[in-house]
């Protein structure tokens, strides 16, 4: 493929959405892409910038870049400065109208790669041969961070301070701890994305050295046999999904599925299964599987929006009818792990026995274990992070809302989300003076005003289309995430820029994208781009989206392939099908735009090519 094909638009002449002047206030200023710097404009001319749609999938808002701003000093710290991985530093990150761009920083000095090779060797290395102690180690930090969230109390202010603020001489007032209570939020909230990723850049570079490894001695294997050889590995990300399955197989055995499949709201049926003995035995079980299984978002996890179960029972329940229905009918509603097992080790055979030498056996082996032992973590981290502590922090930081709202700052609660964290901050401030003193507040002039006019401008980013990357196109990608969790390599590159060069969506008849799990199927498409869609899912169908996440599950129930915009071979929707056995493409950079609902298209997962079949 030509050059011509790899070239993208200079990052600081991407167009200006008419009536958004004035956005960049809306997030912090080392965000933007600048010409009043003439070192800092050529650097970011000469990187490639690519948009995060799989943690991004529409514009963040300006309190919701929190966790941007988390894994951007986080994933960085781990790679440049704690474990020295040796070719790249951190991951710099750009917005454009209110979408993410990211972009990996090389080390482009060769006696430098090298100087960092011996400090990675042995820091990387005691994690490696600790992992099992440190990640038990882990979870416990995990567990104290979301108990102490949980315990958080944000107070209302009162008109007179209790009694006891005199007679037990505390000498501070609830409008100290309210700014207290937020500092603790906010540093909670860091805290737990430091340990994100305390192993994930481990997680991944375990398993991009293994892929590299096998791509050296085996130059024709095809990506996905690596990751094959990597399935069938049990995580706790499966276990909301696993719960749901119980509870469809308690609800057929105990005789009550008929009052949960009715197509009642789950209030509606609460009170009827409670007037039997069945009905609460179910209920209490019901219950028991909630906590903390029920804090899985409903999306990436990374917006406000996206509820959890235990936000709104209804979406669990919706879920639990598709068992039903498949118990029923007598259809196992079991992943094929034994299938999986067998067929990763009837391939990691078939590649061990092409091994010649015994050293390089030895390194297979040494590398294939490390993988193995590393992946439940890659997957795990997500349940304890985005979604358990991501749902409950959301609902701490409406009770903070709460009290601004009542105070006149915003109008709803939801409007808290268009202020940054440093302006939350001041509000409070301007809260709890104007309650000592007794004076009325500045902020209800300032905040709904500013809020009003964030909606129309975040309303205006919504109806744009981000473009997949800009900047300079990089000669070789190696930064682990890059590779395997978003799926941007040379080959992607040249796929997106061969079909934005296109020009007409119509003229498009082929995607690419990457082979995330074998096999080939033809069927028609459904675009799905929110967990609230795949309830339109039919037998069958094969979903197309923009990424998908664990509260995604059910829907593989009933599709027989799936295609992703964004996502390597270690994305959710990647290895999900490869547990299920079906069909995958992910990463094609242009699948929902491309495809539309009802159309005929053929899905290869072993070339990652899917094709339109009929329009």
């Known amino acids: 493929m030509g050059e011509s094909k790899r070239r993208f638009p200079d990052p600081h002449e991407v167009e200006k959405i008419p009536g958004t002047e004035g956005w960049e206030r809306m997030f912090p200023y080392q965000y933007q892409f600048v010409t009043d710097d003439p070192e800092r404009e050529q650097y970011e001319k000469g990187m490639f910038w690519f948009y995060d749609g799989l943690h991004y999938p529409e514009p963040i808002y300006p309190f919701d870049i929190i966790w941007d701003e988390a894994w951007y000093l986080a994933l960085s710290q781990f790679n440049t400065r704690i474990f020295a991985v040796p070719p790249v530093y951190g991951v710099d990150h750009r917005i454009i109208n209110g979408y993410i761009y990211i972009s990996p920083v090389p080390v482009t000095d060769p006696a430098e790669v090298e100087a960092r090779v011996a400090h990675f060797m042995e820091r990387a290395g005691y994690y490696y041969e600790n992992w099992n102690k440190l990640e038990d180690q882990w979870i416990k930090k995990l567990e104290k961070v979301i108990s102490d969230l949980e315990a958080l109390e944000i107070k209302p202010l009162p008109e007179l301070e209790d009694i006891s603020v005199v007679m037990e001489g505390l000498g501070k007032s609830t409008g100290y701890e309210l700014l207290h209570a937020y500092d603790k939020l906010i540093d909670l909230g860091l805290l737990c994305w430091q340990y994100h990723f305390e192993f994930l850049n481990l997680g991944y570079a375990a398993y991009v050295t293994f892929l590299d490894f096998c791509q050296k001695v085996f130059p024709d294997i095809p990506l996905q046999r690596v990751t094959q050889m990597v399935s069938g590995i049990d995580v706790i990300m499966y276990r909301p999904d696993e719960e749901l399955k119980k509870l469809a197989r308690a609800a057929v055995d105990l005789n009550v599925d008929g009052i949960v499949n009715s197509g009642r709201k789950f209030v509606e049926i609460k009170d009827e299964l409670e007037a039997t003995s069945n009905g609460k035995e179910w209920l209490n079980a019901f219950e028991k599987a909630r906590y903390p299984w029920f804090w899985t978002s409903t999306g990436t996890g990374w917006y406000h929006h996206d509820k959890s179960w235990n936000d709104d029972l209804d979406i669990p329940l919706a879920s639990l009818c598709i068992y039903i229905d498949k118990v029923r009918a007598g259809k196992p509603i079991e992943r094929p792990m034994d299938q999986v097992i067998k067929e990763r080790d009837r391939i990691t055979e ?257 070339t990652g090519k899917v094709t339109i079949l009929e329009r």
């Open 350 to 606: 078939e590649y061990r026995a092409l091994l010649a030498d015994e050293e390089t056996k030895a390194g297979f082996e040494q590398l294939l274990g490390t993988a193995r032992t590393v992946f439940p973590y890659v997957e795990n981290h997500l349940f304890y992070v985005e979604h358990w502590f991501h749902s409950v922090f959301w609902n701490k930081m409406r009770e903070v809302a709460a009290i601004l709202m009542d105070y006149g700052f915003i109008e709803e609660i939801e409007d808290v989300w268009y202020l940054t964290r440093a302006e939350i901050k001041e509000a409070l401030w301007d809260v709890v003076t104007a309650w000592a003193t007794g004076v009325k507040p500045r902020g209800p002039q300032v905040w709904p005003k500013e809020i009003a006019w964030r909606k129309g401008v975040m309303d205006k980013f919504r109806e744009w289309t981000p473009p997949a990357a800009v900047g300079t196109a990089p000669e070789v990608i190696q930064e682990p995430f890059t590779v395997v969790l978003w799926g941007v390599t040379n080959e992607s590159l040249n796929a997106w820029a061969e079909v934005d060069a296109a020009g007409d969506p119509e003229s498009v008849n082929q995607l690419k994208g990457f082979a995330g799990s074998p096999g080939v199927v033809e069927g028609f498409a459904r675009v799905c781009r929110t967990v609230a869609e795949i309830g339109q899912l039919k037998e069958d169908e094969i979903l197309v989206a923009p990424t998908t996440s664990p509260s995604w599950a059910p829907a593989f129930q009933k599709i027989q392939a799936a295609v992703t915009d964004v996502g390597g071979v270690m994305c959710h929707a990647a290895i999900v099908c490869r547990e299920y056995g079906l069909p995958a493409v992910v990463g094609t950079g242009h699948g929902t735009s491309i495809i539309k609902t009802g159309m005929k298209i053929k899905v290869d997962g072993g």
